[in-house]
């Protein structure tokens, strides 16, 4: 199986104050990068701007839903086969994408999450217990389980980018590609650790613990009665969580 051309896609909002560090952090790597403003009003587009890398930008803001479609019509324009995301604001680590590259490489037809799954006890309690919800709805509607469905530090495969016109908006948008790619396109998903990064000089996040999880909880919901077998796809969704410890196993 030929390698995949593949990209680095960070949609970010206001980020001026890491924007330049997480970019040129990801070009250190040797790998191409597609940046999508979503609509900033302060210097973060000035910023990428005078880098070597695609920016794509939004007069106004969208959400990180439209901001991630852009970026995969751009990605599939440009004849990439899977991409790369992670935040703007310095809480995903360029340093992580190697094993991520390895853990798809790995599991060719897969979505490969980021998973916070180190120096968990940095989470908030409210964003812990908010992902843990999420955790147990997505991975129902996925039918198979899932570490971390809220993580923004994602290998997607050609088949997940294909899915880029799903009617979903801002945060759904990431949990949306999850289920129907699991669904319909019958991806698995495999797990990699990385640190959970709290504490430090990050920005307010733009996930609301309650606003969005409710609008999560709603299309996941709507999903689960669509595809039907709803004890079956619970049963299945139970199993453990495939985690890529490293190149060399898994637990």
């Not at 147990?136 to 530090?153: E, I, K, L, Y």
């Amino acid at each position: 199986m030929n390698t995949p051309r593949w990209c680095v896609l960070i949609p970010c909002l206001n980020e001026e104050a890491a924007i330049q560090s997480v970019v040129e952090s990801v070009l250190a790597l040797g790998a191409p990068v597609i940046v999508i403003d979503d609509g900033s009003d302060d210097r973060t587009p000035e910023i990428v701007a005078a880098l070597p890398v695609t920016l794509l930008r939004h007069t106004h803001r969208r959400g990180k839903g439209e901001a991630l479609r852009r970026g995969f019509r751009e990605a599939l324009r440009q004849g990439y086969d899977a991409v790369v995301t992670m935040d703007g604001d310095g809480q995903h680590l360029a340093s992580d994408i190697p094993r991520i590259a390895a853990a798809a490489a790995r599991y060719p037809d897969h979505i490969v999450i980021g998973a916070r799954l180190l120096d968990r006890d940095q989470q908030p309690k409210g964003r812990r217990r908010a992902n843990a919800v999420a955790d147990w709805g997505v991975s129902w509607a996925c039918a198979q389980p899932v570490a971390d469905t809220q993580s923004g530090q994602r290998w997607y495969p050609r088949a997940a980018l294909e899915l880029v016109d799903l009617p979903a908006e801002n945060f759904v948008f990431e949990a949306a590609i999850l289920i129907v790619a699991s669904r319909e396109k019958k991806l698995g998903v495999v797990s990699v650790p990385i640190a959970s990064r709290y504490h430090g000089s990050f920005r307010p996040s733009h996930f609301s613990p309650v606003r969005d999880v409710v609008r999560i909880t709603v299309y996941t919901i709507g999903r689960v009665v669509h595809y039907g077998h709803i004890m079956a796809s619970h049963r299945r969704s139970r199993g453990t969580p495939t985690i890529v410890q490293d190149q060399l196993g898994v637990v």
